[in-house]
Nanobody, 121 residues
Framework: QVQLVESGGGLVQPGGSLRLSCAASGSIASINRWGWYRQAPGKERELVAAITGGGSTSYVDSVKDQFTISKDNAKNTAYLQMNSLKPEDTAVYYC???????????????WGQGTQVTVSS
């Protein structure tokens, strides 16, 4: 089994920065794709950033100038650098990973527990 543990959320003032981390553990052969999602109260969960195993990145248009997704393959960890934060960025942020387990030929998707990001003065 695989567990994804998120960290780095918290309360920050508008214009501030946070870096979220998502560390995967388990019998992992490879991680094909990472994604960061967010969900605000009363809103749908949306994909904000993704990175493939080859390093290709994509972002929802609203965060392209603010957020950067990255990964460290040796640590099985993904990051979301969040700069110039605005109140509308307030949400629970979830990481997701498509993981191939050791001895398996298929990919499975796993979710982190979520971490709260609050942008407020």
């Amino acid at each position: 089994q695989v567990q994804l543990v998120e960290s780095g959320g918290g309360l920050v003032q508008p214009g501030g920065s946070l870096r979220l981390s998502c560390a995967a553990s388990g019998s992992i052969a490879s991680i094909n794709r990472w994604g960061w999602y967010r969900q605000a109260p009363g809103k749908e969960r949306e994909l904000v950033a993704a990175i493939t195993g080859g390093g290709s990145t994509s972002y929802v248009d609203s965060v392209k100038d603010q957020f950067t997704i990255s990964k460290d393959n040796a640590k099985n960890t993904a990051y979301l650098q969040m700069n110039s934060l605005k109140p509308e960025d307030t949400a629970v942020y979830y990481c997701n990973a498509d993981v191939r387990l050791v001895g398996r030929v298929y990919w499975r998707s796993y979710w982190g527990q979520g971490t709260q990001v609050t942008v407020s003065s």
